[in-house]
Structure formats: structure tokens, C-alpha cells
């Protein structure tokens, strides 16, 4: 009789909402089990975008090394498929090299999509379908799509933060265009050790506050402004929907 390998390889995936710790406990459990760091933010994938994206600094990496950051430019377009393929791909190079693959990052759909085995078809952005949820987060609020969101995929809604109305706008999206979030699985393809962080929500608030007034401290605007003029950074790009440079605009 031929036996097979149907051993899973191991990862460990870091989860939890903005200033919560996730890159530094990413960097110490990496150093506690020989691992790598594969970063799951949707932001920071674009090059040039490092304040506004609190983007893991040279000195925060301690010598571990991160994957899947600054790989596209601010003006490209990129997807969910496309980073659960590259990670894909990471996490066999990292296993193969005798260490630990770790996912870090506050994308939720990003983390679940690769974890669950969540199968997209070749779904294309739909404008018209993102402006009618862009409406009604206007004139519903951000409460209504999350609960919009629970209804139709309950278990990619607890991995997103509610407060973050791109992604799950994004996801929203995706599922009314042909991408079952629930079913559409190919099968869980990894023994993964999730990891989610919690914190009480006023001292959450007051690191955000913090962490805001160290990017701009430390050149928000500038970076911003270099974007624009030197990148080619506008409205309609993908990358400017990130909270922390959408706000900017209307400043130029």
C-alpha cells in the first residue's frame, strides 16, 4: 500500500486591529521559533508609502526577514488572489529553508482568504458596484454594511475590523461578484496557530491617537505630497483609499 504525506505544514498567523502589537510580537515569536515574516497589509504591498502605513522600520525588523512588503507601486493595481498566490509561494520557500512561516497584518480578508482556502474567480473591479456600497455608507453608516457583511460571510466579517469600511466594502464586493467568501473554499491547505490580539478599546484609541501624531511628526505630509507629485498618486488609484492619505487630499 503507497502512503501519502497529508501532514499540513504549520504557520502561525498574527492577527488584530491597528496598534494592537502585531509587528513586534511577529518579530519576537520569529525569533522564538526560527520564523520569517510574511506581512498580510493590504498598504503596505506600495512602495514609497511608509509613514502613513506604519510600515515595520529597519531598526523593528531586528534582523528578521518580512516578505510581501513595497512589491507594486502606489499606481497598480492589486488584488486579494494575487497576494494569497505570492503568499503562497513565500510559505513553501520558508518551509523549504527549515523555518517558520508567520503572517502579520491587519487585512483581515487577506489572512482568511489564505487560511481558509477561499477560491476567487477572476473577478474584476466593479465601480458601479463599489459606488452603490460607497452610497450607502454615506447615508447608512459604517454599522450597516458590517452588519451587511455578518449576514452574507459570518466568519470573513470576524476578521475584519468594522471600522475599516475599505475592506470590507472590498469584500462586499467580491462576494456579489461571483467570490462565495463562505463556501468557495478549496480546503484549508495549512495547520495554522491563530493568533488574535485584543486590547481594551479606550487605551487602543489612545495608541492610534499617538501613533497619528508620530507619522505626522515624522512627515506625513511630506511622504504624501511626494506621492502626488512625484509618484502620480490620484483620487482614483487603489492605494490612495488608505486611511491616512484619502484624508489628504483636500489639503493639495
Request: proline letters at 3%; charged letters at 25%; one cysteine or more.
Amino acid at each position: 500500500m503507497v502512503q501519502t504525506n497529508c501532514v499540513k505544514p504549520k504557520i502561525i498567523a498574527i492577527v488584530g486591529p491597528t496598534a494592537s502589537g502585531k509587528t513586534s510580537l511577529g518579530v519576537e515569536i520569529a525569533k522564538a521559533v526560527n520564523g520569517e515574516i510574511i506581512s498580510a497589509d493590504s498598504m503596505q504591498i506600495y512602495k514609497h508609502m511608509d509613514i502613513g502605513t506604519a510600515k515595520v522600520t529597519i531598526k523593528e525588523k531586528s534582523g528578521i526577514p518580512h516578505h510581501l512588503i513595497d512589491i507594486v507601486d502606489p499606481t497598480e493595481r492589486y488584488s486579494v488572489a494575487l497576494w494569497v498566490q505570492e503568499a503562497k509561494e513565500k510559505i513553501k520557500d520558508i518551509i523549504s529553508r527549515g523555518k517558520t512561516p508567520i503572517i502579520v497584518g491587519g487585512t483581515g480578508l487577506y489572512v482568511t482568504s489564505l487560511i481558509k482556502g477561499y477560491t476567487f474567480y477572476d473577478v474584476d473591479e466593479n465601480t458601479t458596484l463599489r459606488g452603490e456600497y460607497r452610497q450607502k455608507l454615506e447615508t447608512m453608516g459604517a454599522d450597516a454594511l458590517y452588519n451587511e457583511l455578518t449576514r452574507k460571510a459570518p466568519d470573513l466579517a470576524k476578521t475584519i475590523d468594522p471600522h475599516k469600511t475599505k475592506a470590507i466594502i472590498r469584500a462586499l464586493e467580491l462576494i456579489e461578484s461571483g467570490a462565495d467568501l463562505n463556501n468557495s473554499t478549496t480546503g484549508e491547505d495549512y495547520n495554522c496557530l491563530l493568533i488574535g490580539l485584543e486590547l481594551d478599546r479606550v487605551e487602543l484609541y489612545d495608541r492610534i491617537n499617538t501613533r497619528v501624531d508620530k507619522m505626522m511628526n515624522d512627515g506625513l505630509l511630506e511622504e504624501f505630497n511626494n506621492l502626488v507629485v512625484n509618484h502620480g498618486l490620484k483620487k482614483e488609484h487603489q492605494s490612495a483609499g488608505a486611511i491616512g492619505y484619502k484624508e489628504l487630499f483636500p489639503l493639495l
